[in-house]
Each structure stands twice: as structure tokens, then as C-alpha cells.
T-cell receptor
Framework: AQKVTQAQTEISVVEKEDVTLDCVYE???????LFWYKQPPSGELVFLIR??????QNEISGRYSWNFQKSTSSFNFTITASQVVDSAVYFC??????????FGSGTQLTVLP | EADIYQTPRYLVIGTGKKITLECSQT?????MYWYQQDPGMELHLIHY???????EKGDLSSESTVSRIRTEHFPLTLESARPSHTSQYLC??????????????FGPGTRLTVL
């Protein structure tokens, strides 16, 4: 069985602050993939990143960065200099041999002007 | 930019009615999925398909049914809607490419309310 835990239910920051969203996962697979999705108030899920279990390099894309650490089974997401448009629910997800996505419960991020 | 469409976006319907939620994608993806999501909560997989004439039930038990007669189309049907079916339904698709598990692209969702 696999599991994704996003312990932060809600986070509120003021614009331009940095914010980190935590994601901890459990799996028995040696090959697996991790994802982050953004769900704005409009409802659709927007794909942000995919990372496979053999690639522990951190990734940066503009103001977004991801820290993958197999030793702690974590795949954290940091937004630098947050903006109001970053307000959304962010989901971490995992898949492995079962080939189905398991989602965390999501973190509601509110960026205040 | 993903090209996956869902209609209707919003639906309010009475108990006992039969409804079909439409999902279409123009990316030629073999894999398609239906998720159910209560507001602000995690997504639960209710159905998936790996290609034409292939359908499977997901982790969450659902009274809905699906069909996959064409690659691009994956409708979900509720024969008799009940208030417990009130939720958001999200359709997704992804490529079937070797052993790599590719990202899923999501439609805008259908918010269903059953009175």
C-alpha cells in the first residue's frame, strides 16, 4: 500500500514571503514517481512536476523549487516570493507498481496582499 | 496546455434522475480516469481505462458506470442520482508509454449537486 501525507492543512502567508509545503510518502516500491499539482479556485488540477525515485536532484522552475529526499521520504515544495495568484490547494501524489495515483489530502495556501 | 474537456461544468439535479457526465480529450491518450473530490479534500479514483473497451473500478466504490468506445471519449453515468453523489467529478488522461508513469492532465471538473 502507498500513502501520501500532507500534514499542513492550511497555510497563510503575506505576499513576497517564501513558503514550503511538506509532503511525506510511504511506499514499498523501489521505483515510483512523485508529483505536485495545483488546484486553483476554478477547480481544475494543474500539473507542476514529476520526479522519479532515482532522481534526487532538486529542481527549480522560476519561483518554484522542489526538494526530494529519499532518506526522509519527503518531497517538499517551496514557493519563493509568493504572490496572490499562488493561492490554491496544492496536492502531492505518488504512484508505483500499482500504476494508480495516490493523492495527499492537499494544503490550502492563501497568499495575502 | 492539456486539451481535456468536461461537460457540464455545473449540474443541479433531482434525486432519481439518470445523468451522464461527459469527458473528451484530443491528445490521443490511451489512459483515462475519473476521480471524485469533495470540496477541498483529496481525490479518489473511481474508474479508469487503459484503452478502448477497457474499464476498471478504482479504489473508491462508486455506483456510477463508465464506457470507453472511442479513445477520446470516457463518459460517466449515474443511473439514479442521490444526494450522496453530490461532489466534484474530475476526468484525467495520460499517455501509455512503456513503463514510465506519465503525468495526468485534468479537465475542469463537473460540480454535481443532487437535491
Amino acid at each position: 500500500a502507498q500513502k501520501v501525507t500532507q500534514a499542513q492543512t492550511e497555510i497563510s502567508v503575506v505576499e513576497k514571503e517564501d513558503v514550503t509545503l511538506d509532503c511525506v510518502y510511504e511506499t514499498r516500491d523501489t521505483t515510483y514517481y512523485l508529483f505536485w499539482y495545483k488546484q486553483p479556485p476554478s477547480g481544475e488540477l494543474v500539473f507542476l512536476i514529476r520526479r522519479n525515485s532515482f532522481d534526487e536532484q532538486n529542481e527549480i522552475s522560476g519561483r518554484y523549487s522542489w526538494n526530494f529526499q529519499k532518506s526522509t521520504s519527503s518531497f517538499n515544495f517551496t514557493i519563493t516570493a509568493s504572490q496572490v495568484v499562488d493561492s490554491a490547494v496544492y496536492f502531492c501524489a505518488l504512484t508505483g507498481s500499482a500504476r494508480q495515483l495516490t493523492f495527499g489530502s492537499g494544503t490550502q495556501l492563501t497568499v495575502l496582499p | 496546455e492539456a486539451d481535456i474537456y468536461q461537460t457540464p461544468r455545473y449540474l443541479v439535479i433531482g434525486t432519481g434522475k439518470k445523468i451522464t457526465l461527459e469527458c473528451s480529450q484530443t491528445m490521443g491518450h490511451d489512459k483515462m480516469y475519473w476521480y471524485q473530490q469533495d470540496p477541498g479534500m483529496e481525490l479518489h479514483l473511481i474508474h479508469y481505462s487503459y484503452g478502448v473497451n477497457s474499464t476498471e473500478k478504482g479504489d473508491l466504490s462508486s455506483e456510477s458506470t463508465v464506457s470507453r468506445i472511442r479513445t477520446e471519449h470516457f463518459p460517466l453515468t449515474l443511473e439514479s442520482a442521490r444526494p450522496s453523489h453530490t461532489s466534484q467529478y474530475l476526468c484525467a488522461s495520460s499517455e501509455l508509454r512503456g513503463d514510465t508513469y506519465n503525468e495526468q492532465f485534468f479537465g475542469p471538473g463537473t460540480r454535481l449537486t443532487v437535491l
